[in-house]
């Protein structure tokens, strides 16, 4: 009577298993850091910055009572006074008009008029529901070919490889006047995001959340 334990099934295909979940988990950080770095030379501190087309604002959050979050504050008094150095002759306001969430845009442009942006030189895209739709509709709809993008630290190396890779000669301007909360999950959330923007541009172009 044989009485030797038998191998378990799962023991036979395990090894193979944890080889390919490997594998992907390092193609996917090689990706990252990719995305991550591709264009991260090209943010300049505002002295370097050349003058452009259009200043491109990325939207973000609003408070609860209607107003800009911090973050997108940040990015609106960077765009305005870029704007009023004569960094470029337009402002492209570009995010949320409210199908998707909150109506982003209309603050936005409301906050740029308030402080002295001449209305005719505000552009405004309320179908830039993600980074992916301000990058894309701003090189294919408006047909900006230079740009200033305008958004924090950690938004910015994915939105610079986005912009360029969508056909823009695109640079980035920090918006960066704070210490925003929870800003260890959005350095992580965009981290990650950076795989996602590989895969839109270079495999499955993704729909509009709207």
């Known amino acids: 009577m044989n009485l030797e334990p038998k191998t378990p099934r799962w023991s036979k295909w395990l090894p193979g298993a944890l080889f390919a979940a490997g594998t992907a988990v390092l193609a996917c950080m ?7 770095k591709a264009y991260s030379a090209r943010i300049m501190a505002e002295s370097a910055l050349p003058k ?43 995010g949320d008009d409210g199908k998707f969430h909150t109506n982003e845009v209309a603050v936005m442009r409301q906050y740029l008029v308030d402080r002295g942006v001449s209305s005719t030189d505000i552009l405004v895209d309320g179908q ?13 709809i408006y047909k900006i070919r230079q740009a200033i993008i305008v958004t924090q630290n950690f938004h ?27 800003q260890w999950w959005n350095v992580l959330r965009d981290f990650l995001a950076s795989a996602k923007a590989w895969w839109d541009v270079n495999t499955w172009t993704p729909k509009p959340p709207v």
């Open 30 to 36: 090689l990706v990252i850091i990719y995305v991550q």
């Open 52 to 94: 452009s087309e259009a200043i491109i604002i990325l939207g973000a959050s609003l408070k609860s009572d209607g107003t800009p979050s911090d973050a997108l504050t940040d990015r609106l008094v960077t765009g305005v006074k870029l704007y009023k150095d004569g960094k470029a002759s337009h402002i492209l306001v570009t």
């Open 128 to 140: 830039g529901y993600r980074t992916y739709e301000s990058c894309s509709r701003a090189a294919d």
């Open 156 to 182: 910015l190396p994915r939105a610079l490889y986005l912009c360029n890779v969508m056909g823009m000669d695109a640079v980035g301007s920090s918006a960066d006047l704070h210490v925003y909360k929870d």
